[in-house]
Every structure is written in C-alpha cells, then in structure tokens.
C-alpha cells in the first residue's frame, strides 16, 4: 500500500506540472484531489501523523503564498497547492527541503524558460511552426512556479524526508 500512496502522489503532482506548463494554472479540483488524498496517504504510506503540525505548516505556507500573491510574486493555484503540500510535510524538515527545493527548481525553470523564450522561436519559426507555445513566448509576463512546487515536492517523497517509505 505504501508504494501506491507514492504513486498516486506522483500522478498528481506530474499532472499539476502538466497542467501548469500547458496553461498556466493549476485548476481548484487537482488542488482538492491532492487534498482529498491526504487522509488516505496517512493511512496508507505509514507515514508518522500530527494534525496539529499538518494544520499548522498548511497555515503557515498559505499565508506566505497570499503575501506572495498579493505582491503578485505567486499565483493563486500556486499558493493553494503549497497550502496542501503543508498538510503532508507537517512542520518538519520536509517543510524546510520543500521550500528550498521549490527556490532551487524555481530558479532553474525561471532561467531555463527565459533563455529558452529567445532561443525557442527562431527554430519554431524554421520548422514552419504556426503558433509558438505560450511557455516560449517572448514577452509572455509569466512563468508556471506549480513545476517547481511539484517538482520540489516528488524530491522530498522520493528522498525518503516525507517519512513513510
């Protein structure tokens, strides 16, 4: 069972990535299933449980990501899904790894979409391509943070730092 939670986990934070990249937002019901998902991963992935530590992470990362959102630094997706990722990490080290990783990989992804939005549209446009995705777009104001969020967090699940495995 424990490995299914793992998996399940997964599907939904690659969607979240798949979905983010291609659109630019995180629909309100993946942030619910993954939300949803929470009691039977605890039941599940043996992972050790504290409601108050789980309530108060999920606290503290939303209101982290509505200053961010407020500021106009994070999306609204973005901040819902931080807020439900709060629920699995508890206020532990994983919540620590969880935001370190999410500013490593959203360095990275935020460099990497950048240079690849100047470099990108000469070779779509080589290839006869019709329409430039909007993540290569230049000039598109935006960059998805939802990969690096989920991203961040299929590190701390699969390195052993979410307890259960």
């Given at each position: 069972m424990e490995q299914s939670c793992y998996?399940?986990?997964t599907g939904l934070l690659l969607l979240v990535i798949a979905?983010?990249?291609h659109s630019f937002r995180i629909p309100n019901w993946l942030n619910l299933a993954i939300m949803a998902f929470f009691p039977l991963w605890i039941l599940g992935s043996g992972a050790a449980f504290d409601w108050m530590s789980s309530l108060t992470m999920s606290s503290v990362f939303f209101a982290a990501?509505?200053?961010l959102f407020a500021c106009k630094i994070m999306g609204g997706g973005d901040t819902k899904l931080l807020a439900v990722l709060g629920l699995y990490t508890g206020w532990s080290?994983?919540?620590?790894a969880l935001v370190i990783y999410t500013a490593l990989l959203g360095g990275v992804i935020t460099i990497g979409t950048l240079m690849a939005r100047y470099l990108l549209p000469p070779l779509f446009r080589a290839?006869?391509?019709k329409k430039i995705p909007r993540l290569f777009t230049l000039g598109e104001p935006m960059v998805p943070y939802g990969p690096a969020i989920a991203g961040a967090m299929l590190i701390v699940m699969w390195t052993g730092k979410l307890g259960g495995a």
């Amino acid at each position: 069972m424990e490995q299914s939670c793992y998996i399940i986990l997964t599907g939904l934070l690659l969607l979240v990535i798949a979905i983010d990249v291609h659109s630019f937002r995180i629909p309100n019901w993946l942030n619910l299933a993954i939300m949803a998902f929470f009691p039977l991963w605890i039941l599940g992935s043996g992972a050790a449980f504290d409601w108050m530590s789980s309530l108060t992470m999920s606290s503290v990362f939303f209101a982290a990501g509505f200053g961010l959102f407020a500021c106009k630094i994070m999306g609204g997706g973005d901040t819902k899904l931080l807020a439900v990722l709060g629920l699995y990490t508890g206020w532990s080290e994983a919540a620590v790894a969880l935001v370190i990783y999410t500013a490593l990989l959203g360095g990275v992804i935020t460099i990497g979409t950048l240079m690849a939005r100047y470099l990108l549209p000469p070779l779509f446009r080589a290839l006869n391509m019709k329409k430039i995705p909007r993540l290569f777009t230049l000039g598109e104001p935006m960059v998805p943070y939802g990969p690096a969020i989920a991203g961040a967090m299929l590190i701390v699940m699969w390195t052993g730092k979410l307890g259960g495995a």
